[in-house]
């Protein structure tokens, strides 16, 4: 019986992480590849996110560190699997292009790691819970 409770108590505290979401505020530090980044004059992208997750579906905002305001983000998040897009112009007075952002939660939904892509130009990120 003892072993029966026990079992059940381990059950119960690894899936406790499971239901945690990534609603909050996140500091992306993103880095284009090397063939980005000879097309363009700074080879890093950080950004600061802040995410609201319901039901699977994330919205919320992303911004460059110094900038006040953010674009609006839409996305998903299944299991430890976090996407989310949003759209920018790479140059003033250029057409806005969207940004997609695919990265996978550690086990302790505090970091994200993946990848970036913009039109041509990919790279790599991480992003930790501010």
Request: positive net charge.
């Amino acid at each position: 019986m003892m072993r029966m409770w026990l079992a059940v108590g381990v059950l119960v505290g690894s899936m406790s992480g499971a239901g945690a979401d990534v609603s909050g505020e996140w500091f992306v530090a993103g880095t284009f590849d090397a063939a980005s980044a000879a097309t363009r004059a700074e080879r890093r992208a950080d950004l600061v996110c802040a995410f609201t997750e319901r039901g699977g579906g994330l919205s919320g905002t992303c911004r460059p560190p110094s900038a006040p305001e953010g674009a609006a983000i839409t996305g998903r998040v299944r299991d430890r699997d976090v996407e989310w897009r949003f759209d920018i112009a790479l140059a003033p007075g250029r057409e806005k292009e969207t940004v997609v952002y695919r990265g996978r939660l550690d086990r302790e939904r505090r970091r994200i790691r993946g990848a970036f892509r913009i039109a041509d130009l990919a790279g790599r990120f991480t992003a930790e819970r501010w």
